[in-house]
């Protein structure tokens, strides 16, 4: 098979197609990467590979460190052996290559080393970052404070997360006084970051200090708990970095999991109530057509409103509900044990 990837892609550049600047596929792909190259040589796509692949590595699993792993390690020196397909691209007069990696060798590594894997329906981050200057504190605005902002972008694509900063506008003035931040009112933090599609805010108190550099309290918010972390630096990605870090380690930590071998895994029962119709089971098995990728499941019965699935390749009923899309009709009703998990339907209006 990848005698015949090599050949069929080499046919590809040889006769001139390339996938178009422009796709999102391309860009927006998680098993995908686009890195700098200095010319064509084979030398350089050996090293733009395995960059790629380490760079996937860590957004998939949200964890720096993983790269480290042995069995990680060897699977990066040989990275053009996991690619599917690459092009060169010249952007923004740089020379790159687009390389679409092996999504199934991808999952496989993460099953068979039971390292934890995060699938890429993420949750935004909502980053609120106060101010505290000689005569008044304020938000940072990405409109007056770009230069302090604009890190994070990289550092949380680089996680596989995205950042979303507030508007600022009358509405989030009125719900987050920034003087919320400094008495650390986070209720009103959680419930104004609905407003950007996300229950995860990392909020940042940023005070200069009179050697230029800064003390920085970290909080990140989610939907039940938060985390802390207090820094003095002077150089802004260092800032940035602590706080990405802080962020989506708690994040991979309550939605990650830990995909296991299927003929090692013990079955898990989902059964899911208010499926009173035959578009209600429909859409139902839409949402579970979609974790096929990862787990292995079947319906095990059927009744009177209720499905029930039979599920293989997690550690537990509460990763399976870890899995379930936000948005797609389906709620948890209640988690009984590590082999039993109820769902409830509702069509979503």
Known sequence: ?????????????????????????????????????????????????????????????????????PAFERAVRAAQEH???????????????????????????????????WEQRRPPVVAWVALDEPFSRRFAARSD????????????EARGLEVRFPLLDLTDAAAVPVSTIWSRDFDRVRAASRRYGSEYSLIGRWIELSDSSRLVDWYFVGPENQSHLQLRESDVNALWAAGVDLATD??????????????????????????????????????????????????????????????????????VARLIPNRSGLRVQSVLNREQLNLTWETIQ
């Open 145 to 156: 404070d770009a230069e302090l902002l604009t890190p994070a972008l990289a550092l949380f």
């Open 250 to 319: 708690k994040m991979r930590d309550s939605l990650a999991v830990t995909l296991q071998q299927f003929d090692r895994s013990s079955a898990i029962a989902v059964t899911v109530s208010g499926v009173a119709s035959f578009a209600d089971y429909r859409s139902v098995s839409a949402v579970f057509t979609e974790l096929a990728q990862l787990v292995d499941l079947r319906i095990e019965s059927t009744g009177e409103n209720t499905l029930t699935y039979r599920v293989v390749g997690v550690s537990s009923a509460e990763e």
């Open 1 to 69: 098979m990848r005698r015949f990837h090599t050949i069929f892609f080499v046919f590809f550049l040889v006769c001139g197609f390339a996938l178009p600047l422009g796709s999102n596929a391309a860009q927006e792909g998680f098993f995908s990467e686009l890195v700098t190259v200095s010319d064509r040589s084979d030398a350089e796509l050996t090293r733009a590979a395995q960059l790629g692949l380490s760079r996937l590595f860590v957004r998939v699993s949200g964890n720096e460190a993983i790269i480290v792993e």
């Open 83 to 117: 690619v599917l397909l690459y092009s060169y691209r010249d952007v923004d007069a740089a020379l790159v290559v687009f390389f679409e990696f092996d999504d199934a060798f991808v999952r496989g590594l993460f099953r068979d080393e039971s390292v934890p894997y």
